[in-house]
């Protein structure tokens, strides 16, 4: 159920529609906001770990009001229960193991509300050879499941690309399994 906003002593503060007649006083109520945010947080993090963006839009989405949002923000950072670089670092390992270039997990922690800063930061420590070597194992077993063995450069450059890698990390691959005689 979305919460609503109601202005208690001059303040807003967002309630359960439940229970818009049980709070006379700000402080009460914004209490209450702040247990109940923590409780819905609590939820979605013991899922999987969140970016900021994601768990104040969350917190938007079911009608709490931006003051309660930042507070609830502040005290999961504080208690290390949020950090957006830890996120960024276990969502691109996860990426990687499940084969995705850099361009796909570039998108994707976009996607996830996180600034391009701490993405480009996190990437400079992944090497580009942990990208080659997964870009290559996956042309290989790519390789090995054509049936007709026409056009191979263009079918494995295609399917790299779409699977997100560059075209400087595609082209080492192709060279590199020119050289093993994995393609002509």
């Known amino acids: 159920m979305r919460r609503i906003t109601v202005i208690i002593e001059d303040k807003k503060v967002s309630i359960n529609p439940k229970n818009i007649d049980k709070f006379s006083n700000f402080n009460d109520a914004y209490q209450k906001a702040i247990s109940e945010a923590f409780k819905y ?21 079911k009608g709490f009001y931006e003051n309660e949002i930042e507070y609830v923000i502040d005290v999961l950072r504080k208690n290390k229960l949020l950090d957006d670089k830890r996120f960024v670092k276990t969502l691109i390992e ?3 193991k499940k084969g995705y270039g850099l361009f796909k ?17 996190y990437l ?14 996956l042309a290989i077993k790519k390789i090995k499941t054509y049936k007709e063995k026409g056009h191979i450069k263009d079918r494995v450059k295609r399917y790299l690309f779409m699977r997100g890698f560059d075209s400087k990390i595609i082209d080492r691959v192709i060279d590199e399994l020119k050289r093993e005689g994995t393609i002509k």
């Open 41 to 61: 947080v609590e939820r979605l993090i013991k899922i999987r770990d969140r970016s900021t963006e994601e768990l104040k839009k969350r917190l938007n989405e």
């Open 94 to 96: 996860s990426y990687v």
């Open 105 to 121: 997990i570039k998108d994707n922690l976009i996607e996830k509300g996180i600034d391009k800063y701490t993405i480009e930061e």
């Open 124 to 137: 400079k420590e992944s090497l580009e050879k942990d990208f080659f070597e997964q870009a290559r194992i």
